[in-house]
């Protein structure tokens, strides 16, 4: 009997030749030598060995132990790749060449895939934000006034952003209770997490020119699924009047993969109806194509699924974002990576960060391996998701996992 190939998949694979994500991959042998692949299936394709054994014009851009290089190489080559890879996945006279070149997923360490050169996060999801100000702002409007009027964001820390799997070391800080007297320095006993997805930039622009709504696509490579902890009881303390600093900056985790815009054309959707009209830098109303992305996200602690987070609720796309954060003339360098904010949707069972599901540690949440309001050690998270594809299918868009670690002494 004739063993069947990795490139016939199932019917339905999420991981299909409509996907092809992009990842940096090491196998046990050499342990030392990154590749770029793409994932198909339940495996990796060495991208690299594929062009060279097929005379790719683009050999030596696949050829390198990290996705940066494509990220710089711009839109046309970003084009040209993936229907390259496309055929070499899908064209039957190509097997011969493509199937010694694939990994199973199982039998590959992966890697960060690009150099991140900086970090944004923002704060676009509406029911996020109001039930945010609803817990800490119960009699006043739980929006701020700017909210509707921009997105509103944070530059976090680019080196603390890491790969899925890595172990997440419980923060250590200050923090004070409103009943404390004075505060106190130890770990984090509000150690949460976010639920978003990240945007890849990859070709660079001008400082002092600004990223306009319709060039994001000029800009931005891809998505990945991103989960931004947070140290609430750390955060409450410090983020007044400057916003986030060391109840954010300890750990960002990021897929191993990163999914190309192009294979997410048919998950585009149009963002819920603004209140207020926008400055005309932010008003996507003219755009040709819609700004949202409809997204499914699923969040499982130690296996038990606690939340089903939907992007398509954010009330703030991607490119007003890149649009907004480049307006006053930062620049863009490849390898940025700017976070949605915490994706929340109208339902309980939709919010994306244990702040939300307990209500500030009010509620616990049930799970097999005892009650939950904040993370405990040895907890493990994992974020999901997929996107409707072409014709029916599902565009899987990986996962991030991590593993909570003891806080280390200080």
Same mark, same amino acid.
């Given at each position: 009997?004739?063993?069947?190939?990795?490139?016939?998949?199932?019917?339905?694979?999420?991981?299909?030749?409509?996907?092809?994500?992009?990842?940096?991959?090491?196998?046990?042998?050499?342990?030392?030598?990154?590749?770029?692949?793409?994932?198909?299936?339940?495996?990796?394709?060495?991208?690299?060995?594929?062009?060279?054994?097929?005379?790719?014009?683009?050999?030596?851009?696949?050829?390198?132990?990290?996705?940066?290089?494509?990220?710089?190489?711009?839109?046309?080559?970003?084009?040209?790749?993936?229907?390259?890879?496309?055929?070499?996945?899908?064209?039957?006279?190509?097997?011969?060449?493509?199937?010694?070149?694939?990994?199973?997923?199982?039998?590959?360490?992966?890697?960060?895939?690009?150099?991140?050169?900086?970090?944004?996060?923002?704060?676009?999801?509406?029911?996020?934000?109001?039930?945010?100000?609803?817990?800490?702002?119960?009699?006043?409007?739980?929006?701020?006034?700017?909210?509707?009027?921009?997105?509103?964001?944070?530059?976090?820390?680019?080196?603390?952003?890491?790969?899925?799997?890595?172990?997440?070391?419980?923060?250590?800080?200050?923090?004070?209770?409103?009943?404390?007297?004075?505060?106190?320095?130890?770990?984090?006993?509000?150690?949460?997490?976010?639920?978003?997805?990240?945007?890849?930039?990859?070709?660079?622009?001008?400082?002092?020119?600004?990223?306009?709504?319709?060039?994001?696509?000029?800009?931005?490579?891809?998505?990945?699924?991103?989960?931004?902890?947070?140290?609430?009881?750390?955060?409450?303390?410090?983020?007044?009047?400057?916003?986030?600093?060391?109840?954010?900056?300890?750990?960002?985790?990021?897929?191993?993969?990163?999914?190309?815009?192009?294979?997410?054309?048919?998950?585009?959707?149009?963002?819920?109806?603004?209140?207020?009209?926008?400055?005309?830098?932010?008003?996507?109303?003219?755009?040709?194509?819609?700004?949202?992305?409809?997204?499914?996200?699923?969040?499982?602690?130690?296996?038990?699924?606690?939340?089903?987070?939907?992007?398509?609720?954010?009330?703030?796309?991607?490119?007003?974002?890149?649009?907004?954060?480049?307006?006053?003339? *930062?620049?863009?360098?490849? /390898?940025?990576?700017? !976070?949605? @904010?915490? %994706?929340? =949707?109208?339902?309980?069972?939709? &919010?994306?960060?244990?702040?939300?599901?307990?209500?500030?540690?009010?509620?616990?949440?049930?799970?097999?391996?005892?009650?939950?309001?904040?993370?405990?050690?040895?907890?493990?998270?994992?974020?999901?998701?997929? *996107?409707?594809?072409?014709? /029916?299918?599902?565009? !899987?868009? @990986?996962? %991030?996992? =991590?593993?909570?670690?003891?806080? &280390?002494?200080?």
């Amino acid at each position: 009997m004739t063993e069947q190939s990795p490139l016939d998949l199932a019917e339905g694979d999420p991981f299909g030749p409509h996907n092809l994500p992009y990842g940096v991959f090491s196998t046990a042998d050499e342990p030392g030598r990154r590749r770029l692949g793409v994932r198909i299936g339940g495996h990796v394709l060495d991208a690299g060995a594929a062009a060279h054994a097929l005379g790719s014009p683009y050999a030596t851009l696949l050829a390198q132990p990290s996705l940066t290089p494509l990220l710089a190489a711009g839109r046309t080559a970003w084009r040209d790749v993936r229907r390259a890879l496309t055929a070499w996945v899908t064209v039957p006279a190509h097997r011969a060449d493509i199937e010694p070149l694939l990994h199973p997923l199982d039998a590959v360490t992966m890697h960060l895939p690009y150099e991140v050169a900086d970090y944004v996060d923002f704060y676009a999801s509406e029911h996020h934000a109001t039930n945010v100000g609803h817990m800490f702002r119960p009699d006043g409007d739980p929006l701020t006034p700017n909210w509707k009027h921009l997105p509103i964001g944070y530059h976090g820390r680019a080196g603390t952003v890491v790969v899925s799997g890595t172990d997440v070391v419980r923060p250590c800080g200050q923090r004070k209770a409103p009943t404390d007297p004075a505060p106190v320095f130890g770990p984090s006993v509000k150690l949460d997490i976010e639920a978003e997805v990240g945007f890849v930039v990859g070709v660079p622009s001008e400082l002092g020119t600004p990223v306009a709504l319709g060039d994001f696509r000029e800009h931005v490579f891809g998505l990945s699924l991103l989960n931004d902890w947070s140290a609430r009881d750390v955060q409450a303390w410090e983020y007044v009047p400057l916003g986030p600093f060391l109840g954010k900056s300890f750990a960002t985790s990021v897929s191993a993969w990163v999914t190309p815009l192009e294979a997410l054309d048919a998950a585009r959707t149009a963002p819920p109806a603004r209140d207020f009209p926008l400055l005309p830098y932010l008003d996507d109303s003219a755009e040709e194509e819609p700004g949202g992305y409809d997204v499914r996200i699923t969040v499982t602690i130690n296996g038990e699924v606690v939340s089903e987070p939907p992007f398509s609720t954010m009330y703030w796309t991607a490119a007003q974002q890149l649009a907004h954060m480049t307006v006053n003339g *930062a620049s863009l360098r490849t /390898g940025d990576l700017y !976070g949605s @904010g915490t %994706v929340s =949707g109208p339902e309980v069972h939709q &919010r994306g960060s244990l702040l939300e599901l307990t209500w500030n540690g009010r509620d616990a949440i049930e799970l097999p391996t005892g009650k939950r309001t904040f993370l405990e050690d040895g907890d493990e998270v994992t974020l999901t998701a997929w *996107a409707p594809g072409p014709d /029916g299918t599902k565009v !899987g868009l @990986g996962e %991030v996992t =991590g593993r909570i670690a003891p806080a &280390r002494e200080v």
